[in-house]
């Protein structure tokens, strides 16, 4: 039997406090999932536009950051992220896919999506991104 490795990453601080993990990352694609919890919700009740942002900003990164050697980390950086708010969840679960979708070296392009367990389109965003040095 051949061993599986595993290309998920701890998270950072700041996704960790909001209970955002990495549930999957290949080449070009990362998805994060989060539990929606009372502290990330507005005045109405809903996740704040923040959150939304937050975890299609990250999955959207590390698209563009998978080298497939977890000694070989990428780090990037966002240059442009463009979100649109769709709908609300009907879920409880949020799940954001990042895909790289063009660019070079430094600088790469993605799209993002973000739903619920449901399957409801809750946002869509685009994103230029820089590898850094």
Do not use: C
Request: zero cysteines; hydrophobic letters at 40%; a neutral charge.
């Amino acid at each position: 039997m051949t061993e599986q490795k595993s290309f998920l990453e701890a998270p950072s601080a700041a996704l960790a406090h909001l209970g955002i993990a990495m549930t999957d990352w290949n080449t070009d694609f990362a998805r994060f999932e989060a539990e929606i919890a009372p502290f990330m919700t507005n005045r109405s009740g809903i996740p704040h536009g923040g959150i939304y942002a937050m975890i299609l900003d990250t999955a959207m990164g590390y698209s563009g950051a998978f080298t497939g050697d977890m000694q070989d980390v990428r780090m990037t950086l966002t240059l442009s992220l463009t979100v649109n708010y769709l709908s609300r969840p009907k879920g409880a679960r949020l799940i954001a896919e990042g895909r790289r979708v063009g660019g070079g070296a430094k600088t790469f392009f993605t799209e993002g999506r973000l739903l619920d367990e449901t399957g409801e389109l809750i946002a869509t965003a685009v994103g230029t991104f820089k590898v850094r040095s």
